[in-house]
């Protein structure tokens, strides 16, 4: 079960004329406006417009310098922000990394933004090698670009996939996933998995076998899985992670290659939808809905671990007990915890 908000905030900023209103008025109504007044109302899309059955709220933002407290009202209320440029307006597209990007951050505005060419119908195609090259720096240099794309409202081409990436990157972000600094995923996110992993290795071997990569398909997603699509499986992990795949199954690195290869297609929803069955929430954290702690119901109860568990977790201390002294040593202590959720 995925813990969504309400409603997403898409807070939509940029030079004046540079398409803003006009983006949001043929999203709202999926038609090229032929006028549209000077500011638009919040403008609410539906929940059934994306995947993700959430509704949007869409801000438009005045141009006017008089007005920019209000801009920036808007930005400190937003849960992303797209920023426009006008494809036929270099200018406009110089300010997204000179005025608009450099002052999200002096606003310390911690959300996913998306740089968005509007006017694409209008764009000069002698610029367009500059304009991508330039989209490749901004990125480089400002993190919290998700993605830049362009579109165009008299022709509605990608109007739906600018607001569809503005809501992805809140409802299936990036950041808790992987270290632009590292390029790598996150330490959290690798304990994460560690557990998982953990979960559907139920021999203990440290590897996942065909049949418990199919019960982890199962778990994770409500299908399985043919013999042939596991093959498959594990021939692409093994081109991309060699120690991915041994005689036994699929190891944990290769486990680890399989979420990088959905980071790698944009396939976030993928990987939080694993996450979020085994009850992460957005900070990689157990939700405390996951794990209730036992009460004890009357005075005369008590909680006590069942059998299994005993009979598990004796299996756990063999595996780790690899010097096989009947006793923990640090360093095998620190490998007992290091899938423990925090």
Same mark, same amino acid.
């Given at each position: 079960?995925?813990?969504?908000?309400?409603?997403?905030?898409?807070?939509?900023?940029?030079?004046?004329?540079?398409?803003?209103?006009?983006?949001?008025?043929?999203?709202?109504?999926?038609?090229?406006?032929?006028?549209?007044?000077?500011?638009?109302?919040?403008?609410?899309?539906?929940?059934?417009?994306?995947?993700?059955?959430?509704?949007?709220?869409?801000?438009?933002?005045?141009?006017?310098?008089?007005?920019?407290?209000?801009?920036?009202?808007?930005?400190?209320?937003?849960?992303?922000?797209?920023?426009?440029?006008?494809?036929?307006?270099?200018?406009?597209?110089?300010?997204?990394?000179?005025?608009?990007?450099?002052?999200?951050?002096?606003?310390?505005?911690?959300?996913?933004?998306?740089?968005?060419?509007?006017?694409?119908?209008?764009?000069?195609?002698?610029?367009?090698?500059?304009?991508?090259?330039?989209?490749?720096?901004?990125?480089?240099?400002?993190?919290?670009?998700?993605?830049?794309?362009?579109?165009?409202?008299?022709?509605?081409?990608?109007?739906?996939?600018?607001?569809?990436?503005?809501?992805?990157?809140?409802?299936?972000?990036?950041?808790?996933?992987?270290?632009?600094?590292?390029?790598?995923?996150?330490?959290?996110?690798?304990?994460? /998995?560690?557990?998982? &992993?953990? !979960?559907? #290795?139920?021999?203990? +071997?440290?590897? %996942?076998?065909?049949? =418990? @990569?199919?019960?982890?398909?199962?778990?994770?997603?409500?299908?399985?899985?043919?013999?042939?699509?596991?093959?498959?499986?594990?021939?692409?992990?093994?081109?991309?992670?060699?120690?991915?795949?041994?005689?036994?199954?699929?190891?944990?690195?290769?486990?680890?290659?399989?979420?990088?290869?959905?980071?790698?297609?944009?396939?976030?929803?993928?990987?939080?939808?694993?996450?979020?069955?085994?009850?992460?929430?957005?900070?990689?954290?157990?939700?405390?809905?996951?794990?209730?702690?036992?009460?004890?119901?009357?005075?005369?109860?008590?909680?006590?671990?069942?059998?299994?568990?005993?009979?598990? /977790?004796?299996?756990? &201390?063999? !595996?780790? #007990?690899?010097?096989? +002294?009947?006793? %923990?040593?640090?360093? =095998? @202590?620190?490998?007992?915890?290091?899938?423990?959720?925090?």
């Amino acid at each position: 079960m995925a813990y969504f908000p309400k409603v997403v905030r898409i807070v939509v900023v940029g030079d004046k004329s540079t398409g803003k209103s006009t983006l949001i008025s043929a999203m709202a109504s999926d038609s090229f406006p032929a006028t549209v007044p000077p500011l638009l109302p919040p403008t609410r899309l539906p929940s059934n417009s994306f995947n993700d059955s959430v509704p949007l709220l869409l801000i438009d933002t005045p141009s006017s310098v008089g007005q920019q407290g209000k801009v920036i009202e808007e930005l400190k209320r937003a849960d992303s922000v797209v920023v426009t440029y006008a494809c036929d307006d270099i200018v406009s597209f110089e300010r997204v990394s000179t005025h608009w990007l450099p002052q999200l951050q002096k606003l310390e505005v911690k959300v996913p933004v998306l740089v968005v060419g509007c006017k694409f119908d209008l764009r000069d195609e002698s610029r367009q090698v500059s304009l991508e090259s330039l989209t490749t720096s901004i990125m480089n240099q400002f993190k919290e670009v998700v993605t830049c794309i362009e579109c165009s409202a008299a022709t509605l081409y990608q109007v739906p996939e600018v607001f569809y990436f503005a809501q992805k990157a809140v409802l299936h972000p990036v950041d808790p996933l992987f270290d632009y600094d590292t390029n790598s995923l996150t330490d959290r996110c690798v304990r994460a /998995l560690r557990r998982i &992993f953990n !979960l559907f #290795d139920y021999n203990m +071997d440290g590897t %996942l076998t065909d049949q =418990e @990569v199919n019960e982890f398909q199962i778990s994770s997603f409500g299908a399985s899985l043919q013999r042939s699509d596991v093959t498959q499986i594990k021939t692409l992990v093994e081109q991309n992670v060699p120690e991915g795949v041994n005689s036994l199954g699929i190891t944990f690195p290769g486990f680890i290659g399989i979420h990088n290869m959905f980071l790698k297609k944009g396939r976030t929803e993928t990987f939080w939808a694993v996450l979020r069955k085994f009850g992460y929430g957005d900070d990689l954290k157990l939700r405390d809905d996951f794990l209730p702690v036992p009460s004890k119901q009357a005075s005369d109860q008590s909680v006590e671990l069942s059998g299994a568990t005993i009979e598990f /977790l004796k299996g756990v &201390f063999r !595996l780790l #007990d690899t010097d096989k +002294d009947q006793l %923990l040593r640090p360093a =095998e @202590v620190d490998k007992l915890f290091d899938a423990a959720p925090e």
